[in-house]
């Protein structure tokens, strides 16, 4: 397929998206506005921060085979398939713990499989090493020539792609908030924004690293560091895909106060992180604060 042929703008992308004021007592009483970025809403099978680091990336692949990274809940994997089955391309899916390979997949893969894309379970210890590039040879033998994009979208191109996020933020807010999972979107948020706007990432995973990592991308994507940015590693709430009674409480309180479908793995964590940064103080009266939805339930 010739570059030219893969048209994303015929899957009708919502751009840019909706900015909803969310009003809470709890952010009011301090003198903060709380906004909502509903990047959900971009596209119902390419939501969020999938589209943004999507979208270069496909750009870049023209049509070949794409061959990705996940675990066996991965958002990722789930948008990658779809985009192959709505714009034609194929699909593979390198999925991370090969004692799945034999039993019923899950909805996620479920859905993955539907779409067309091919599942490759490999062990755990193969999955950690997915960057060496034996491991790397081994997948491009198997399969043939692909495009390889990284766990989570996360490379220099979707960093790229994710600029347009804080473009679209210019003058609508003093601090932009993100949930952060391979860091990707922070480090193009922040390159986006204006001077005078900070971006702020909840992690969702533990381990110190993502500091590091949204370093390394904004080095290969723009070059050394770009805007203002900072993390607040306390809200994971146990690690990636772990949560807590306390955290689905408040998220269904979130919901039926804003009318907001609030997934819980990385929108309601940080929706959680705001609310108790702005209980402590963290933002002075006067701050305005938009909250980017990056994907729904």
Known sequence: MPPEALDLSRLQPVLPSPLQPAEDVRFARHGVRLLLKRDDLIHPDLPGNKWRKLSPNLRAAAGRTVLTFGGAYSNHLRATAAAGRLLGFPTIGVVRGDELAGRPLNPSLARCAADGMTLHFVDRTTYRAKADPEVLAGLLSAFGECCV???????????????????ELHGRADVVAVACGTGGTLAGLAAGLAP??????????????????????????????????????????????????????????FEQRHGLPVEHLYVAKLLYALTAMTEEGAFPPGTTVAAVVTGRP
């Open 196 to 253: 005078g706007q900070r971006a702020l990432g909840i992690p969702v995973l533990r381990g110190g690293f993502l500091g590091d990592a949204v370093r390394e991308l904004q080095q290969e994507a723009f070059g050394g560091p770009a805007g203002s940015w900072s993390l607040d590693e306390r809200f994971h709430f146990g690690g990636y895909a772990r949560t807590t009674p306390q955290l689905h409480a408040f998220a269904d309180d």
């Open 149 to 167: 994009i990284p766990e989570g979208g996360s490379n220099a191109l979707a960093a790229q792609g994710c600029t347009e996020l804080g473009r």
